[in-house]
C-alpha cells in the first residue's frame, strides 16, 4: 500500500513562486513513477509533471519552462517547484505514483495512488 501526502500549497500573488511536497510511505520508492496533477474548479484533473527513479521527467506543455519537479529517493518525497506562477495555475495539486514501467504517463488513469491535494491559489 503506498500513502502520499503533500504540502506546500498556499496563497501567492502573481508572479510568485512556492515549491509543494509530497511524501511516499512506501517500501521501495525508487520503484515508482511519481507525478504531479492539478484540478481547477469545474474542470478536469490534468496532468503536470512526472518524473522517473532515475531523474526523467516529462512536463505538461502548459508549465514547461516554470516548473521543475524532483525527487529525494533516499527521503522518498518528490518536490514541484513552481515559479512564474499566474492565476491559470490555481486548482488543487494532487501527487500520484504507481510502479514505473519504463514510460513516463501523464494521463489520470495511469496512476493508481493519489494524495488528498494541497490547494494552490494564485490571485492578480
Known amino acids: 500500500q503506498v500513502q502520499l501526502v503533500e504540502s506546500g500549497g498556499r496563497l501567492v500573488q502573481a508572479g510568485g513562486s512556492m515549491r509543494l511536497s509530497c511524501a511516499a510511505s512506501?517500501?521501495?520508492?525508487?520503484?515508482?513513477?511519481m507525478g504531479w496533477f492539478r484540478q481547477a474548479p469545474g474542470k478536469e484533473r490534468e496532468f503536470v509533471a512526472a518524473?522517473?527513479?532515475?531523474?526523467?521527467?516529462g512536463y505538461a506543455d502548459s508549465v514547461k519552462g516554470r516548473f521543475t519537479i524532483s525527487r529525494d529517493n533516499a527521503e522518498n518525497t518528490v518536490y514541484l517547484q513552481t515559479n512564474s506562477l499566474n492565476p491559470g495555475d490555481t486548482a488543487v495539486y494532487y501527487c500520484a505514483a504507481r510502479v514505473h514501467t519504463g514510460v513516463i504517463h501523464n494521463t489520470v488513469r495511469r496512476y493508481d495512488y493519489w494524495g488528498q491535494g494541497t490547494q494552490v491559489t494564485v490571485s492578480s
Open positions: 512506501v517500501r521501495t520508492f525508487s520503484n515508482y513513477l
Open positions: 518524473i522517473s527513479w532515475s531523474g526523467i521527467t
